[in-house]
């Protein structure tokens, strides 16, 4: 039996709003479905991938469970460089949306501060950056 990882899969989140949520990973963070989940004729779940197709991300409308992760971060999205990091935070500040600026972490730089619509934080972390 061969029991190795390659990485992960996806990340599922719950929202409370699916469209909301949709439109706004898609604006802010470039997320385009690659798969909706319609379940009784109503859109319940979305499949996203960044534009590189390098990270998935699922959307599952579930809002009972939301608020136990609203000011969590359960997720840092990974940038190749400082420069790359540097970029989302221009981005984010030309968009107009709220974050906490560029940190040093245990080992590397992120961006941190970043809240989906139901208050999920979305880091940007570069392992080899310095703040």
């Known amino acids: ?10 990340v599922k989140f719950p929202v409370s709003d699916i469209r909301r949520s949709l439109t706004w990973y898609e604006r802010v963070l470039g997320f385009r479905v690659q ?7 109503v859109l319940e779940g979305v499949a996203l991938t960044d534009p590189g197709e390098t990270v998935s991300l699922a959307l599952r409308h579930d809002p009972g469970h939301v608020a136990g ?19 989302w ?15 040093t972490g245990h ?12 208050g999920i934080e ?5 392992p080899g950056g310095a703040a």
Request: aromatic content about 8%; charged content about 25%; proline content about 4%.
């Open 1 to 10: 039996m061969d029991a190795t990882l390659t990485g992960f899969h996806h």
């Open 35 to 41: 798969l909706e989940f319609v379940e009784d004729g």
């Open 69 to 87: 992760l609203s000011g969590f971060d359960p997720v840092a999205l990974c940038v190749p460089a400082e420069a790359a990091l540097q970029t």
């Open 89 to 103: 935070r221009r981005r984010l500040d030309d968009l107009g949306e709220t974050h906490g600026g560029i940190v």
């Open 107 to 118: 080992v590397g730089s992120v961006l941190v501060g970043l809240r989906d619509p139901d």
């Open 122 to 126: 979305i880091r940007f972390y570069c």
